[in-house]
């Protein structure tokens, strides 16, 4: 079994400013996808970016991007130039997929509660 | 296109009673995966049905079902309700065929209170 662990249950940052939300993971499995999940207050959960596991290339999704250590299994987020509507709690997420290729459900962290301030 | 869709939105229901929740996932995803959230126990994975097969399993007990139809709309049932299930309960959608189509598309969930 894998698990998520997001050790920052709150952060809070001014607008503008860059931020990094931690996460780390354990799994034996060599085959998997990571995930960076935003949740606002209206509750929909909305993909911020994704990495998979073969590529050594971190993932870039405009302001957002990802530091993928795959030796020490960490796959941190870091926002720059955040913005008021950045405010949500943000959940890492672990996907391994089975030898035929069939994907596992997610496995999610207990979320880091990021707080933009103006 | 439509988002993915979850019914109702809100349900308060008491201890010992039952419950079906409904999801109908974006045109063309054939996979459905569902999530129970908690403040104590977070984000869990339920299942997962993929072309009307139940693909994947977490690890809750047998009150917990589900089954998806031909259209790939999913159900899902708890049975003998009991205080703890209050929850929101989540549904996300995907192509699903093969590892490649993993980005999951989350419904704005279902808030089920059990009094």
């Known amino acids: 079994a894998q698990t998520v662990t997001q050790s920052q249950p709150e952060m809070s940052v001014q607008e503008a400013e860059t931020v990094t939300l931690s996460c780390t993971y354990d799994?034996?499995?060599?085959?998997?996808?990571l995930f960076w999940y935003k949740q606002p207050p209206s509750r929909q959960m909305i993909l911020v970016i994704r990495q998979e596991a073969y590529k050594q290339q971190n993932a870039t999704e405009n302001r957002f991007s990802v530091n993928f250590q795959k030796a020490a299994k960490s796959f941190s987020l870091k926002i720059s130039d955040s913005q008021l509507g950045d405010t949500a709690m943000y959940f890492c997420a672990f996907m391994g997929v089975d030898s035929g290729g069939g994907a596992d459900g997610l496995t999610f962290g207990k979320g880091t509660h990021l707080i933009i301030q103006p | 296109k439509a988002g993915v869709t979850q019914t109702p939105r809100y349900l308060i229901k008491t201890r010992g009673q039952q419950v079906t929740l409904s999801c109908s996932p974006i045109?063309?995803?054939?996979?459905v995966s569902w999530y129970q959230q908690t403040p104590g126990q977070g984000l869990q994975f339920l299942f997962e049905y993929f072309s009307e097969t139940q693909r994947n399993k977490g690890n809750f007990p047998g009150r917990f079902s589900g089954r998806q139809f031909s259209n790939s709309r999913s159900e899902m049932n708890v049975s003998t309700l009991e205080l703890g299930d209050s929850a929101l309960y989540l549904c996300?959608?995907?192509?699903?065929?093969?590892?490649?189509?993993?980005?999951?598309?989350f419904g704005q969930g279902t808030r089920l209170t059990v009094v």
């Open positions: 799994t034996s499995e060599n085959n998997y996808y």
């Open positions: 996300a959608s995907s192509l699903g065929q093969n590892e490649m189509n993993t980005e999951a598309f």
């Open positions: 045109s063309g995803h054939r996979s």
